[in-house]
C-alpha cells in the first residue's frame, strides 16, 4: 500500500511539474526559435486554450445573442462563400497548437519576416495546407514557380521568380514561412537544435519586460525598439531632417511588450515599457473628478511632468519648427511648471438633451495671470483674434472660425485651472460646480473603478462603455436603415433590418477601466474591461467621426 502510495505521490509531481513548466515555457516557445537581436515577436501561446477561453467573453456573449448571429449571417456567409471555410478548414487540418510572428532584421531595403507555427495534424496535412497556400499566391503571381530544395535534411520549398518571395519549411512539429532565406534556415537550425546561438529568450530585455506582464496570456508582443530608431535616425539624416536629441531621446526606452488575457467576461490588457531612466512623475491628486457628474461617459486623470518638458534636454530634442515657433512668440517654456500645476483632466459628458457629445480638458493652474498672459500670447501667434470676457469668475477666450456644427470651442481660466472646451453647455457646466456637487465616485456604474481610482498612478481612465454604446447605437442605428435602404450596394453585404436592439448588446457591456504606473524600470499599463482601452479608443473615434457624418447630413451641410 505504501509502494502504491508513494508512486502516485511521484506521478502527482511529475505531471504537476509538467504542468508547470509547460505553462511557463509556452508564452516562450517560438522566442526560442528567433535570435536574441529579433526586433519583434508576437505569438498565441496556445491557440486551444485560447478558443476555450473565447466562449466567456463579453464579446463572444454578444455575438452569441441570437439577433446578432442572425445579422451576423449574411456577412460572414459572405466570408465563407469566397474561400473562408476553405481556410478554415485547412486550419484545422493543421491543428496549431502556438502560434508566432517575428521580425528578425530591419534596414532600409526592407525587414526579414517569418511566421512560425507548431502543428499536431499530420505531416500529409500541413502539406496540402501550404499547397493551398502557393496555389492562392498563385492567382497573384501566375509567372512565378515553385521549387524545393534539402537544407540539412528539411525540405525547403520556395516561391517566385529568379529571387523567391517566400519561403517555407518544417522540422519536427514546427512549420515556418518567411520572406527570407536567411531566417527561414536560421529557425529550422533552432528547430532541430543545430543553431546554439543565443536565442530571443536568452535576451535580459526579454526577461525584464515579460517579468512585468500578465502569466498565461493569450497574445503577447515583444519589440526591441533600437533598430527602428536606428533606421529612422538614417533615414532622417539622408533627408537632412534629422535631430539627434530626439533619437537619443527614444534611444531610451530598452524594450516593450504587452499581453491580452481573455479572463471571464472581461478582457485585460498589460503593457509596459522597460525605460529604467524614465523621469520620475508625481501621481495624480484627483482633483479633475470634481469637475465629473454622476452621468460623466468617459473620465481621464493624469500627471503632467511639465518640470521635465521645460528642461534643457527635452527643448533640445524640439522638432526646429517647433523650438523657431516658440523663440518667435518669445514663449519661454521653463516657465510652465510656475504656471501649471501636475494634474491634468479629461471628461466627457452626454446629456440626452445634447446633440453632441461635450468634452471637456482641464489643467491645474498655479499662477492665473501668468496662464492668461501665455494663451493671449499663443491666439496672437496663430493669428487668432480673441475678446475675452469675464464669466463666473473665470476668463473665457472664445475660439472663432471652428467650422463644424453644434461645436463652439472655448478656453476658461479660473484661480484653479485652465478649462478647454468643445461647447458653451460643457463649460458652463464646468465654471457652474460648487463644493458638494455629486461627481462621478458617487455613481452606481463606477463602483468598479473606485479601488483602481485610489492607487497610486500617475493615470487613471474610466469609460462607461454601455451607456456610450446606447448613445451612439441610438444614433447610428435608422441612419443605417435608412442607407441601408437606400443603396443596393449595402444590402448585398448586410441586412440592416435586422440590426440587433440596442438592449440585446448593452446588457453585455460594463466599464472599461486603465490605469498607468510608474515602477522602479519603466511604466506599467492596465486596462480592462468588455474591450480594453485602445481599443475603445478605434471604437470611439470611428463611431464619433459617424456621429458628426450623420449629423452634417441631416441637417443639409
Known sequence: MKRVLLLLVVLAILIGGSVFFFLRHAITEGAQ????????????????????????????????????AEFLGKPFGQVFANGGADAMDLLFRVKPGRLFFGVTTVNQTGAQVILGFEFFGGRKDLDVAMGRLYHELGKKMPNAATTTYDYKGDAVTTFGGEKPAVYSGAHGSWGFISNSE??????????????????????????????????????????????????????????QTTNAKQFDQMRKIKGLGGTLLFDEVDQKEVTFLLYPEAP?????DRAPLTLTTPDTMIFYDASMDWKTAASDEYMASLPPEAA????????DLKQLPEIFGNDLGFLLNWSPNEGVPSALLSVEVKDRSRAEALATTLFNSFGVPVTPIESKGARVFGIPGVNVPMLDPSLAITDKAALLSLTTAGLDRALSVKPGDPTLEGAPAFLPARSAYKEPVQAFGYV????????????????????????????KVVDVNKLPDTETISRHLHPILYANKQVADGMLIESSGPITLSQATVLISGGAGAVFAGKMMSSGH
Not at 519583434?40 to 466562449?55: A, F, H, N, S
Not at 536560421?186 to 512585468?212: I, Y
Open 280 to 284: 520620475k512623475i508625481a501621481v495624480i
Open 324 to 331: 523657431a515657433f516658440f523663440a518667435n512668440a518669445k514663449i
Open 464 to 491: 462607461d462603455s454601455k451607456a456610450i454604446f446606447e448613445r451612439v447605437y441610438n444614433l447610428l442605428r435608422p441612419i443605417a436603415i435608412l442607407a441601408g435602404s437606400m443603396s443596393p450596394a449595402v444590402g
Open 182 to 239: 536567411i531566417a527561414l534556415e536560421q529557425s529550422l537550425d533552432r528547430a532541430a537544435g543545430r543553431e546554439k546561438s543565443p536565442a530571443l529568450v536568452s535576451s535580459q530585455e526579454f526577461k525584464n519586460v515579460l517579468g512585468h506582464l500578465s502569466k498565461n496570456p493569450d497574445f503577447f508582443w515583444y519589440a526591441r525598439p533600437q533598430p527602428v530608431f536606428d533606421l529612422l535616425a538614417e533615414l532622417a539624416k539622408k533627408q
Open 33 to 68: 526559435l528567433l535570435p536574441s537581436d529579433s526586433v519583434l515577436y508576437v505569438t498565441v501561446p496556445d491557440v486551444q486554450r485560447t478558443m476555450g477561453r473565447w466562449p466567456k467573453t463579453a464579446l463572444a456573449q454578444i455575438g452569441a445573442e441570437p439577433a446578432v
